[in-house]
T-cell receptor
């Protein structure tokens, strides 16, 4: 398929462990976003990548969160020393150049025990 | 600051009824974009519509229609003759018209369509 893909679909980890979440955007989309969907906070923006520009990290909740985008395509969101409040669905989206609607992946459900 | 309010947390209707989902937004920008997304039980956010701030034409797509009114800062979504498959959580979102185009989401409205 030509949509946004994310892996894993589910991740269960123990408190204090590090996790990596992966996103493959739609081919040709230069903009990539990470959002988090949790019961208490709704859908919230985390980070934005556009081409080779410096990312907008203004939504990252703490310095335990980081993300990178290699080669302008695949992105990895890393959460270090996970806490129970990190439990949420992490959504990735990409956007093309012409229209600015974002297309979302299926998400990764993270559960921190 | 930008804000999106979806005051209806949950709505239940009987199949074939019409239903309107409300969205009210706040922004200081003169140019911006508004969106509606559907999140079915499978969890994936599905894009429904984009509207830019300088186009106040209402839009109809099959059973779906959208009413954008800048005067009241509202972008409401109506489903005509609802069907069980319309059951989902619907999100309204706002983005700036430059820069990152990141979304500010409303809290969503859960629509239950009963057979």
């Amino acid at each position: 398929g030509a949509g946004v893909s994310q892996s894993p679909s589910n991740k269960v980890t123990e408190k204090g462990k590090d996790v990596e979440l992966r996103c493959d955007p739609i081919s040709g989309h230069t903009a990539l976003y990470w959002y988090r969907q949790s019961l208490g906070q709704g859908l919230e923006f985390l980070i934005y990548f556009q081409g080779n520009s410096a990312p907008d990290k203004s939504g990252l909740p703490s310095d335990r969160f980081s993300a990178e985008r290699t080669g302008g395509s695949v992105s990895t969101l890393t959460i270090q020393r996970t806490q129970q409040e990190d439990s949420a669905v992490y959504l990735c989206a990409s956007r093309g150049e012409v229209w600015n609607e974002q297309f979302f992946g299926p998400g990764t459900r993270l559960t921190v025990l | 600051a930008q804000k999106v309010t979806q005051a209806q947390t949950e709505i239940s209707v009987v199949e074939k009824e019409d239903v309107t989902l409300d969205c009210v937004y706040e922004t200081r920008d003169t140019t911006y974009y508004l969106f509606w997304y559907k999140q079915p039980p499978s969890g994936e956010l599905v894009f429904l519509i984009r509207r830019n701030s300088f186009d106040e034409q209402n839009e109809i797509s099959g059973r779906y229609s959208w009413n954008f009114q800048k005067s009241t800062s509202s972008f409401n979504f109506t489903i005509t003759a609802s069907q069980v498959v319309d059951s989902a959580v619907y999100f309204c979102a706002l983005s700036e018209a430059s820069g990152t185009y990141k979304y500010i989401f409303g809290t969503g409205t859960r629509l239950k369509v009963l057979a």
